[in-house]
């Protein structure tokens, strides 16, 4: 997030450090982009915040904001501004603090007694990455935003640390945009546009961008985007069109975003999706208040071949992928490429392709996606002394 750089910053002893500005319109910005900054500002309340400062760079580094505030006024749309006010703790500069990804103990309870694999990926350009004396593997993956390394076979019980410099943690981050064209937003409290929004990691990119089908899911491959259309299901056919999108949690490192149908007479099915950094797959979670079926399958139908936890097409298409999908709980194949599962409330499963098909690298091919899936971690990130 970008706002002007004030001449005056308050400094305490302790560390805190206070930041006040205003942005106007329609002086440099239009009412657009100030109103977009108010609400960017808002949503950054406690989170770990890389800052650069264009003439103060002595005080670049990592910190924690420990409040945010925003005063808007509006002259009737003709002119405005936003007084905002940013109170900041300050962990350090990045040569002397690491980034502490703290990562959850338990992987995904599934049905086929996998114990999946634990896998990491920090930013594009992080630096000693350190896991102790056990050392995990790495696959490199190339996205829209350059190469991102992930790393296979983190050991359990282990928070990996890294460096990183301050202009290199957002790379390779997912992000949520809203609108046409789209604007990354902050925070959880924006408002998404529920037919014009995405959300993406470079590698992977799901939205609902005035198109027919539940979804789009696209695989950045062979330096441009794959799409495929997928159908969310309960039965009487595909969700055409959603009532809201909100987001439930907006990070660097993952992204979630809630899709909302209301049901006739009563009722309502929701889609939870999630992408986090480096990861290849968009994972989903569909609930119904109800028991009955729940299908989530291709709109333009493909062959694909079951192996019991998930399906993944058996020769590669037009683009040198196969598509794939799973799920880590017992599920029938759907006929049109995809799962279904019957007399359910809920339905979770993952839906991506295995870039490069037949001659995925180690690490990319379709059961190294599947236990990725199962082997999926939360993670929080925190700064701490060297």
């Known amino acids: 997030m970008l706002v002007t750089e004030p001449h005056q910053v308050d400094e305490t002893g302790e560390g805190g450090l206070s930041l006040s500005g205003r942005e106007a319109w329609p002086t440099c910005l239009d009412r657009a982009e100030v109103l977009a900054r108010h609400e960017d500002i808002l949503g950054l309340t406690g989170a770990l915040a890389p800052v650069e400062f264009g003439q103060k760079d002595e005080r670049n580094g990592y910190y924690t904001v420990a409040s945010a505030s925003s005063t808007l006024t509006d002259f009737g749309g003709r002119s405005g501004f936003a007084d905002w006010k940013i109170t900041l703790t300050r962990h350090g500069a990045d040569t002397v603090v690491d980034l502490e990804s703290r990562l959850a103990a338990a992987v995904r309870r599934n049905d086929f007694s996998l114990t999946g694999e634990r ?11 350190y896991t102790g004396p056990t050392t ?16 296979r076979g983190v050991p359990a019980g282990v928070s990996p640390r890294w460096g990183c410099a301050v202009g290199d943690y957002l790379r390779g981050r997912v992000r949520i945009l809203s609108g046409f064209p789209g604007r990354e937003v902050t925070g959880t ?6 037919d014009a929004w995405e959300m993406s990691n470079g590698l992977v990119r799901v939205r609902r961008l005035y198109t027919a089908g539940s979804l789009e899911v696209a695989a950045y491959t062979g330096g441009a985007w794959r799409p495929k259309t997928w159908q969310v299901d309960i039965g009487g056919g595909p969700i055409t069109a959603w009532d809201t999108a909100t987001i439930l ?5 993952a992204c979630t975003v809630r899709l909302t149908l209301s049901r006739v007479p009563v009722g309502r099915v929701t889609a939870d999706l999630t992408i986090r950094r480096g990861s290849r797959f968009v994972e989903m979670y569909v609930q119904r208040g109800d028991s009955g079926t729940i299908s989530v399958y291709l709109a333009t139908p493909e062959t694909l071949v079951d192996n019991t936890s998930y399906v993944v097409r058996g020769t590669d298409d037009a683009d040198g992928n196969r598509v794939i999908a799973g799920s880590a709980r017992n599920f029938d194949p759907h006929l049109n490429g995809g799962i279904t599962k019957t007399s359910t ?4 499963c993952f839906l991506g392709v295995v870039a490069g098909g037949g001659s995925a690298v180690s690490g990319d091919q379709a059961a190294h996606l599947r236990d990725q899936y199962i082997g999926t971690l939360p993670e929080v990130v925190a700064a701490v002394r060297r």
């Open 119 to 129: 896998w990491h990926a920090p930013p594009i350009g992080h630096y000693g990455y």
């Open 136 to 151: 995990p593997s790495v696959v490199t993956r190339t996205g829209e935003d350059g190469p991102i390394t992930v790393y």
């Open 189 to 194: 409290a924006a408002r998404l546009d529920v």
């Open 249 to 253: 949690h907006n990070e660097p490192e």
């Open 345 to 348: 409330t809920a339905l979770d």
